[in-house]
């Protein structure tokens, strides 16, 4: 279970960006993943969600479409659908587009992640955005119990493992162009970065875009040197057994969240992480409707609507959350079904 054997094509640039290619013509789209391998644990404290807000910045202008517009009519003019997100180990551009515009998908993902402008206009207008998804985020019961949960799962919160990654109000408002241009040079550096084409695509020519959008037309330079990830240096220890809350004043349930260290996905073998799976899957599940807690808690005492299980790796300090809801008077029954059913 540990060998997966995928016909696929790996073609290194010489500024350090990998490629990997999976050809094949059983449908006419293809495929595009850019992932910088640099995320919110990267950062520092006075970077606190700055690669979030740098991968916001990259659909605003680029040196060849200068603004929002400008990016968004030449994606649109080659049907292209994709997004991007930041994680807490990388960054991740993403879309599907007829096979025929290739060669134009390959610039605009070259242009989104190497050649941003980000102008003083733009980085003043994802300030406001980014503060309003901060406000929207902490409103939310979910985003409150997680919140928590990072702040109690480890033994120290100076570190970048229990910090949010969209940053805080103060560290979103701090941000200039002088601290997103060291950034972005810092993390962005083609040695981090990892492209994946998958669809119907002639190989050699593929190969000929690449070099010339992701290593010829690159200022090189610019970017760091293949920097070590940062936080390799520190590792948190877990914290002992911790209870904690928060209030929220329109809601009349209690929501519970239990976590307990889990594995991280680098350090176990495909065979252990598909045991680990199979076990939280046993333990609970609502897609699994036998499974300990959902047949216990939701079936046979009819106590809460859900009880869900997530495994949130971040490299070498994972944890596993059991995530339900319920009225406050089962609080007590409920903590000892679950005690019962781990």
Not at 190 to 205: A, C, M, S, W, Y
Request: with cysteine; hydrophobic share 35%.
């Amino acid at each position: 279970m540990d060998n997966f054997n995928i016909d696929y094509i790996t073609f290194d640039l010489p500024n350090g960006v990998k490629s990997f290619f999976y050809p094949t013509n059983k449908f006419n789209s293809i495929a595009i993943y850019v992932v910088v391998e640099s995320g919110s644990l990267d950062e520092d404290t006075l970077e606190d969600g700055i690669m979030h807000f740098i991968e916001h910045l990259a659909f605003d202008g680029t040196k060849n479409m200068p603004s929002w517009e400008d990016v968004n009519k030449f994606h649109n003019e080659i049907s292209g659908t994709g997004n991007a997100y930041t994680g807490y180990k990388d960054t991740v551009y993403y879309g599907v587009y007829p096979h025929k515009y290739l060669k134009e998908a390959l610039f605009y993902y070259s242009e989104i992640v190497f050649h941003p402008t980000h102008s003083d206009d733009s980085i003043n207008k994802e300030k406001t955005i980014i503060l309003d998804e901060l406000s929207l985020y902490e409103d939310e019961v979910n985003e409150k119990l997680f919140n928590l949960t990072l702040q109690n799962r480890f033994m120290t919160n100076d570190t970048s493992f229990s910090r949010k990654i969209i940053g805080t109000k103060e560290s979103i408002t701090k941000f200039d162009s002088n601290m997103i241009s060291g950034a972005f040079h810092k993390f962005y550096d083609p040695h981090r970065i990892k492209l994946f084409i998958v669809g119907n695509f002639d190989r050699l020519q593929a190969e000929s875009f690449v070099k010339k959008y992701f290593c010829d037309d690159v200022d090189n330079d610019r970017f760091g040197a293949g920097l070590e990830t940062s936080y390799f240096d520190y590792y948190p220890g877990y914290s002992t057994f911790k209870v904690n809350s928060d209030t929220k004043s329109d809601i009349d349930k209690i929501y519970l969240g239990f976590s307990f260290p889990s594995f991280d996905i680098k350090s176990y073998s495909q065979k252990d992480r598909c045991i680990m799976e199979i076990m939280f899957s046993v333990l609970c599940s609502s897609r699994y409707q036998n499974s300990i807690l959902w047949s216990k808690l939701r079936e046979e005492l009819g106590l809460v609507y859900d009880v869900s299980i997530n495994n949130l790796d971040l490299y070498s300090r994972s944890f596993v959350e059991i995530n339900t809801s319920f009225n406050p008077e089962y609080i007590e029954k409920i903590l000892f079904e679950i005690y019962q059913g781990i």
